[in-house]
Nanobody, 125 residues
Framework: QVQLVESGGGLVQPGGSLRLSCAAS????????MRWYRQAPGKQRDLVAS???????SYEDSVKDRFIVSRDNSRNTVDLQMNGLGPDDTAVYFC???????????????????WGQGTQVTVSS
């Protein structure tokens, strides 16, 4: 289990940009995937972007030309740069850590899934 805290959400006008950040309580170097999900009111939680341990990124089709996900293992953070925002991007955005292992001292333990508390993004005029 790793504690995750998101920040950077807020209110932005259509066409604007926001940068979300996720800070982990411990090393994410050996976490297999760091991901961003989002959930709008009355809808399911959907995967938005993912970056693997090896730096391979993937995106939902609706955001792939507008969003960029990045991972900084030296700082234990993962960011989501969001450009060209529209009303359909309004949601609570969640940071997620999946798989791999967590190392403590000289011992490593299998990691399953960890979630942040979420940060609100609202796109409106």
């Amino acid at each position: 289990q790793v504690q995750l805290v998101e920040s950077g959400g807020g209110l932005v006008q259509p066409g604007g940009s926001l940068r979300l950040s996720c800070a982990a309580s411990r090393s994410i170097r050996n976490i297999e995937n760091m991901r961003w999900y989002r959930q709008a009111p009355g809808k399911q939680r959907d995967l938005v972007a993912s970056v693997s341990r090896n730096g391979v990124t993937s995106y939902e089709d609706s955001v792939k030309d507008r969003f960029i996900v990045s991972r900084d293992n030296s700082r234990n953070t993962v960011d989501l740069q969001m450009n060209g925002l529209g009303p359909d991007d309004t949601a609570v955005y969640f940071c997620n850590a999946q798989g791999g292992s967590i190392c403590r001292g000289n011992a490593c333990y299998r990691h399953d899934t960890s979630w942040g508390q979420g940060t609100q993004v609202t796109v409106s005029s």
